[in-house]
């Protein structure tokens, strides 16, 4: 009886502190992390064959299979450097230029804290339930209220102030994951299989990008309207299997996740504000090199084409404007978006036991940069350009029930460049990312 409320507050605990805590940011592939769970994090996110604790929902829910009954707990410090910088204008701000002011501009808040909870509770040897609350994903850009020469060039932009001419500007995405989850072993506990419904939330705000208001079907819903939130399902399968002594395969898929719209930027995201999470697969394979050697890699493929706010381009805009058609505007059903393309995503990582309750990880995480160099004027906003991620961690056992882990990330600068569309000036999008992360983990 002692132990079941205390597992019951527990899951309260972890409950409010997940639903509490969705103000972070976070942009690594895309704008998904780059892996989910402290101990696949310093491994470069591997976790589709390979499952080591709570958090393995995130990655595949058959990982949970006949999983001890534990509870994981962690605290993330993540630190994006963001920029842009601006060539030299080629035409004078108008109806039909909007250059950007010359120079570098940094993004402002930088520091972000993100907690992560798991619980698993053990049926039997090859049963297990379970719920993880994740960060998604997330994108983040605070740019200051500097004064601008080039505004005061268009008297009908909203201020002489900031990037876009109407004061500070940014937006904050945050996604939030709950995912309950219930996974069984098969064929003499060598196929694990999973399954979990998806329960999504999402909150968003966009500011300083008044100025755009002519481009919108909506423009009193498209800048400077507080946060807004949204709840949306998905669901998601995954599959585990030793197909020799020590090698073990992975797959997982999560459909897309469909979430209601953002009502209060419907002048912004293509379709009245519509804002999915898009679909993702993965495969993997771990093996056991030796007895304290486990080596492990995994493919991922991110689907941000089933996002119309995420992939559609922003040459839309200009097609709507020859066919005079205004469902190719902001907010439009065809309206632009961020023009992001599908990417893939290849993780390797090793774990080394080292003896004494020490195990050690390192990993690398590659993946595609999905910003192209035609996009780079919206994506001032978003600039997920990130590529390769070098990550490191370890785990103390500090007695038979409880452990101590912790990892690090590091993604060296990377950058794009291209052309303003709107007026022919080249803009260059920087960014680079630390993150630490410690966790603690008690087995029932």
Known sequence: MEARIIRRSLITVAVGLAMGSAGVAQATNGYFAHGYGIKAKGMGGVGMAISQDAYAP???????????????????????????????????????????AP????????????????????????????????GNGGLNTNYPGFANPMCEMNPQTPTNTGTFCAGSAG??????????????????????????????????????????????????????????????????????????????LGASYRSKIRNSDFDDYSGLFADGGSFDVPSTWGLGVAVEVTPSVTVAADYQRINYS????VSNRFENLFMGMQMQDPSYMLGGKNGPGFGWRDISIFKIGAQFDAGNGWTWRVGYNRGQNPVRDSEVLFNILAPAVMEDHLTAGFTKELSPNSELSFSAMYAPKKSVTGQNPLDGQDITLEMRQYELEVGYAYRF
């Open 58 to 100: 995130g990655i595949n829910p058959a990982g949970i299979a006949g999983m001890e009954s534990r509870i994981d707990g962690s605290l993330a410090y993540f630190r994006p450097e963001r920029s842009y910088e601006a060539g030299e204008p080629q035409m004078q701000m108008g109806m039909d230029s909007f250059p950007i």
């Open 103 to 134: 120079g570098k501009v940094d993004s402002n808040s930088k520091n972000f804290f993100i907690p992560s909870i798991g619980y698993v509770q053990q049926i039997d040897e090859s049963r297990s339930w379970g719920i993880a609350l994740l």
């Open 171 to 248: 937006v904050n995405l945050e996604q939030m994951a709950i995912i309950p989850t219930y996974a069984q072993k098969f064929a003499d506990g060598r196929v694990s299989v999973g399954v979990s419904p998806i329960i999504s939330y999402q909150r968003f705000e966009a500011k300083g990008i008044a100025s755009f208001g002519g481009m919108s079907v909506d423009p009193q819903n498209l800048s400077d309207n507080g946060t807004d939130s949204t709840w949306g399902y998905g669901a998601q399968v995954g599959l585990q299997a030793e197909v020799a002594d020590g090698v073990h």
């Open 306 to 309: 089933d996002v119309d706010a």
